[in-house]
């Protein structure tokens, strides 16, 4: 399994500013997903990361919005910038790994709360 | 491309009666499919997953799955409902015939009330 954190677990932010979100993930990982939960929907990928590479965009996202950093096999960070009120989502890291199954399964972390007013 | 449908938005049961949240999904090659629970202000839970092997899975809290490859459905289900089962519960697939690590493809959600 893998056992991810995320910092902030939840912040209140301010229009037009911008809040990086920290994913760190007990054990090496090739890739990493981040999903974005808004109010009362479900979840939807925002972007894969690799390491050492870009990350790839989902169709509606775009990376001078949302940019990623993968520096290492263990962290990725997302930022949301320019916020507005629509930004306000629960924000998840997800990682894929091999599990007890003995196939990729899928690991998530705690989410970020953003709210922006 | 993989897809999941949840057809109800929200399923209402009385405690300690059965109760069933429906799934369906559609992915190319075969599919690995998941449940997940969320309960308010609460993570991602994983709840149960078919990989291989029985049709019939069992998980968490009680819940079972069945995997139907006819009917392309993976409904979870429990003998009897608890009010503590009140969550918001999220069906996922991915593409085994998919090489590497491909994301999850959720669901839109189900809301599933118990009432005492």
């Known amino acids: 399994s893998a056992v991810i954190s995320q910092k902030p677990s939840r912040d209140i932010c301010q229009r037009g500013t911008s809040l990086t979100i920290q994913c760190q993930v007990d054990s090496q990982v090739t890739m990493m997903f981040w999903y974005r939960q808004q109010p009362g929907q479900s979840l939807t990928l925002i972007a894969t990361a690799n390491q050492g590479s870009e990350a790839t965009y989902e169709s509606g996202f775009v990376i001078d919005k949302f940019p990623i950093s993968r520096p290492n096999l263990t962290f990725s960070t997302l930022t949301v910038s320019n916020m507005s009120p629509e930004d306000s989502s629960i924000y998840l890291c997800?990682?894929?790994?091999?599990?007890?199954?003995?196939?990729?399964?899928?690991?998530f972390g705690p989410g970020t709360r953003l709210t922006v007013l | 491309a993989q897809s999941v449908a949840q057809p109800e938005d929200q399923v209402n049961v009385a405690e300690g009666n059965p109760l069933t949240v429906k799934c369906t999904y559609s992915?190319?090659?075969?599919?690995?499919l998941f449940w997940y629970v969320q309960y308010p202000n609460r993570g991602l839970q994983f709840l149960l997953k078919?990989?291989?092997?029985?049709?019939l899975v069992k998980g968490s809290y009680g819940f079972e799955a069945e995997f139907n490859k006819s009917q392309t459905s993976f409904h979870l289900k429990k003998p009897s409902a608890l009010v503590s089962d009140s969550a918001l519960y999220f069906c996922a697939v991915r593409d085994s015939g998919h090489a590497g690590n491909t994301p999850l493809v959720f669901g839109k959600g189900t809301r599933l009330s118990v009432i005492a």
């Open positions: 992915v190319s090659g075969n599919p690995y």
């Open positions: 078919y990989i291989t092997g029985d049709n």
């Open positions: 997800s990682v894929a790994k091999t599990g007890t199954s003995g196939y990729n399964e899928q690991f």
